[in-house]
């Protein structure tokens, strides 16, 4: 795995954020960065730390409460956590021995906007879920 930054959707770019899949075809350097971020939800340890940290009441959690969730070690619970950190999907600060993680809604938000259908008449079915066997 590369151990090159990941630059997170709509920070430091001219063009603000990717368009939706649908309104508009993603340039390269798009592409990557999306797929980077998908990359780091693309593992079930990593995606039930996010739903874990999402859905805490307070919106934040100490990493002490997540490692018993899991049957891995310490320290691959916080790599997966450092995973997501760089791809922007959470972030963490540090209270004398424990370190606490809350979630930035705007890298959530963008994706959903990236996969939302722009508003207009329905597409078109596809001839595979109308065929029947």
Known sequence: ??????????????????PGLLSAPLDEDQAETLAQVFKALGDPVRLRLLSMIA????????????????????PTISHHLKLLKQAGLIDSERRGTWVY???????????????TRPAGPPLPETASAGAAS
């Open 1 to 18: 795995m590369s151990k090159q930054e990941i630059v997170v959707l709509g920070q430091g770019g001219a063009d603000g954020c990717c």
């Open 55 to 74: 859905s805490r009441a307070g919106g934040e959690v100490c990493v002490c409460d997540l490692t018993p969730a899991f049957d891995v070690s310490q």
């Open 101 to 115: 993680y809350r979630l930035l809604p705007q890298m959530t938000d963008r994706l959903a906007a990236i996969l």
